[in-house]
């Protein structure tokens, strides 16, 4: 089987969302601080150190929105199945991804100075918008090829 570029862009950025949902799943095991280096907010901090459900829900419906974007990046290189909503799925992924890359930059500067993790965080996210661009476009070509045969 022959991987081509796009394919290879989608996969990669498939991982990258699936290893955030894991980075996710174990900052509600590793408690507050955990939280905190990955800058979530102040409000769901405070439900990590009060015990309350809204840190752990909340971090697991966002962990489970990274693996739906894992799943739809593995099912439009062909890895799963192919999953409904397909194509849709990925313009939405690239766009949300997009605009997560983008819309932080002119909060990168604080009065501390440039936050690193933002900048960092960022540039991952707009890589994997661009990755599941990259997906969609493929995902359009397939859809003409198999209309033209």
């Known amino acids: 089987m022959v991987v081509g ?8 950025g498939g991982v990258i969302a699936a290893v955030a949902a894991i980075w996710h799943v174990l900052c509600i095991f ?9 800058r979530a907010p102040q409000q769901i901090i405070t ?9 752990p829900v909340g971090t697991l419906i966002v962990a489970g ?16 199945r192919k999953l409904p909503l ?12 997009t605009v997560r890359g ?30 599941f661009i990259a997906g969609a476009l493929l995902q359009f070509s397939a859809g003409k090829k198999h209309l033209q045969s």
């Open 102 to 131: 983008l819309i932080a930059v002119p909060f990168f500067l604080t009065p501390a100075g440039a936050d690193l993790w933002q900048i960092i965080a960022s540039s991952v996210w707009l890589y994997v918008g661009i990755c």
């Open 86 to 97: 397909l194509t849709p799925a990925l313009v939405t992924i690239a766009l949300l991804c």
């Open 5 to 12: 570029i796009k394919a290879k862009l989608l996969i990669s």
């Open 65 to 80: 929105l990274m693996f739906a974007c894992t799943l739809f990046a593995f099912s439009a290189t062909g890895l799963i």
């Open 47 to 55: 439900s990590a150190e009060q015990g309350t459900l809204l840190a």
């Open 30 to 38: 590793g408690g507050p601080s955990w939280f905190a280096f990955a």
